[in-house]
């Protein structure tokens, strides 16, 4: 690593803040750190032309991830466990094993069209996948391994507001 690039405290911020928690969005970035977003975006440019970041645009906007420290496949995941309402499915169907539609619904405060749309996201990025159980359909996560790995390694949900409710259910029983 180039330690001439990280003299700035700013930008040693950000690369910290980045290898810690890869896959995090620009604006989440400068909300951590209290920094204005285009402070940091200039500092992420600069990082990502000395090649110790790499973004990958997801729908309009990039995630950040330190240069060669996350696998594609652990990138798209890591996207996706960002994201709240994707996490608490997820995190729903680890515990659960499978899931219907209004098993979920009635486990997460979202609209039907809400969890719709997110679990089909989830399912055409290989992350879960659909039984037909006679007219109803039931999730499950694929790689339970890869995703209860990332989830620990990673804590997403500690930078998710009001999470902490929902990962006690998660973990006592």
């Not at 950040?64 to 499915?89: A, S």
């Amino acid at each position: 690593m180039n330690n001439e690039v990280l003299e700035l405290e700013t930008r040693r911020k950000i690369y910290d803040l980045v290898t810690k928690n890869p896959g995090l969005h620009l604006s989440k970035i400068a909300e951590l750190l209290n920094m204005r977003i285009s402070l940091v975006e200039y500092h992420l440019f600069y990082l990502e032309k000395n090649q110790l970041v790499v973004p990958v645009n997801e729908s309009g906007y990039s995630r950040y991830y330190i240069k060669g420290t996350v696998g594609t496949e652990d990138k798209k995941v890591l996207g996706l466990l960002r994201q709240n309402v994707p996490l608490r499915i997820i995190l729903l169907l680890l515990k659960c094993d499978s899931s219907q539609h209004r098993e979920l619904l009635q486990n997460l405060d979202v609209a039907p069209s809400t969890l719709s749309y997110h679990l089909k996201k989830l399912v055409t990025c290989g992350i879960i996948a659909v039984q037909t159980y006679g007219e109803e359909k039931g999730y499950s996560v694929i790689n339970k391994e890869m995703v209860t790995r990332l989830i620990i390694q990673y804590k997403p949900y500690n930078l998710i507001d009001s999470f902490k409710d929902i990962w006690v259910d998660l973990t006592v029983e």
